[in-house]
């Protein structure tokens, strides 16, 4: 099974960074590392995804174990629109090869 | 305005009931996907089509049922034989390839039971 592990729930400060750790020990050697982000009575959005190598977007940056068994989320400057459900997503090729999602991390900014 | 329209945003169903749930999309994309969210937990899915006229069952079908005539277009039905149909209702599309896809998702239906 295509697993991921993210802690419940982190606290940020306002105009600090944030690290959203995610674990996916059993991740196969063609899977990307997907993260969505869901704001309050929203569906959720995409945010960045990634296979080997840093990926850098306007949102966030992604940061991947060289061994690829856990990635880092990294919101630059948290504002209080960031605060929301973060997702790491595996594809589960045990499921038709469907993007699973899990309970996500939910993200609390303080001003 | 290109994206995905649910509707209606909330939904009220009586027992025995059937209602259904509206998923237009006018990005061109092929697969479609239907989820449901309780509180606090994250996405099942329910159904998804890769292609019109063709839909498979996903994790959770039991009491509901789909069609997809049309490219656009992936309703959703909840029968009177889901028995606990209370959620949030997600529809998405999916962009790109089987190792490098998007998904992009609708604003959700909130149903419930009176």
């Known amino acids: 099974d295509a697993k991921t592990t993210q802690p419940n729930s982190m606290e940020s400060n306002e105009e600090e960074p944030v690290h959203l750790p995610c674990n996916h020990s059993?991740?196969?050697?063609?899977?990307?590392i997907h993260w969505y982000r869901q704001l309050p009575s929203q569906g959720p959005e995409y945010v960045i995804h990634?296979?080997?190598s840093n990926v850098n977007n306007r949102m966030a940056s992604l940061a991947i174990a060289e061994d690829r068994k856990s990635s880092t989320l990294i919101l630059h400057r948290a504002t209080l629109r960031d605060a929301a459900v973060y997702y790491c997503?595996?594809?589960?090729?045990?499921?038709?090869?469907?993007?699973?999602f899990g309970q996500g991390t939910e993200l609390s900014v303080k001003p | 305005d290109g994206g995905i329209t649910q509707s209606p945003k909330y939904l009220f169903r009586k027992e025995g009931q059937n209602v259904t749930l509206s998923c237009e999309q006018n990005?061109?994309?092929?697969?479609m996907y239907w989820y449901r969210q309780d509180p606090g937990q994250g996405l099942r899915l329910i159904y998804y089509?890769?292609?019109?006229?063709?839909?498979q069952k996903g994790d959770i079908a039991e009491g509901y049922s789909v069609s997809r005539e049309k490219k656009e277009s992936f309703p959703l039905t909840v029968t009177s034989a889901q028995k606990n149909p209370t959620a949030f209702y997600l529809c998405?599309?999916?962009?790109?390839?089987?190792?490098?896809?998007?998904?992009?998702f609708g604003s959700g239906t909130q149903l419930s039971v009176l």
């Open positions: 089509s890769q292609i019109v006229n063709d839909f």
């Open positions: 059993t991740i196969s050697g063609t899977d990307y």
């Open positions: 990005l061109n994309h092929d697969a």
């Open positions: 998405a599309t999916r962009q790109g390839g089987s190792t490098n896809e998007k998904l992009f």
């Open positions: 990634g296979l080997t």
């Open positions: 997503i595996l594809r589960d090729y045990s499921q038709g090869g469907k993007l699973i």
